[in-house]
């Protein structure tokens, strides 16, 4: 996971997630809705929040992450989820 995370992040010149809310939905699974901002490293292009609102879903065992699964549309995440907006 922290390959794919260096991986993720190496083309940008700056890179931000602000936590908007955190959601248990169950005692399995934590749903995260967050916003992502920053600036290719290349390109130089602006990544503004208002285009990045993202969710992630943590499955947890006996207290731990088990998994991530991330949803760089919050709408998708939010209708696999069967919750609403």
Same mark, same amino acid.
Do not use: C, N
């Given at each position: 996971?922290?390959?794919?995370?260096?991986?993720?992040?190496?083309?940008?010149?700056?890179?931000?997630?602000?936590?908007?809310?955190? %959601?248990?939905?169950?005692?399995?699974? &934590?749903?995260? @809705?967050?916003? /992502? $901002?920053?600036?290719?490293?290349?390109?130089?292009? =602006?990544?503004?929040?208002?285009?990045?609102?993202?969710?992630?879903?943590?499955?947890?065992? %006996?207290?731990?992450?088990?998994?991530? &699964?991330?949803? @760089?549309?919050? /709408? $998708?995440?939010?209708?696999?989820?069967?919750?609403? =907006?």
């Amino acid at each position: 996971m922290a390959s794919a995370a260096r991986e993720l992040f190496s083309v940008w010149e700056e890179h931000r997630t602000v936590v908007e809310e955190i %959601h248990a939905l169950d005692s399995e699974r &934590v749903l995260v @809705l967050s916003h /992502a $901002s920053g600036r290719g490293k290349t390109s130089g292009v =602006e990544l503004e929040a208002s285009q990045m609102r993202v969710a992630s879903l943590y499955p947890v065992r %006996h207290g731990k992450v088990i998994r991530h &699964v991330a949803y @760089l549309d919050r /709408a $998708s995440a939010l209708a696999d989820l069967g919750l609403e =907006e």
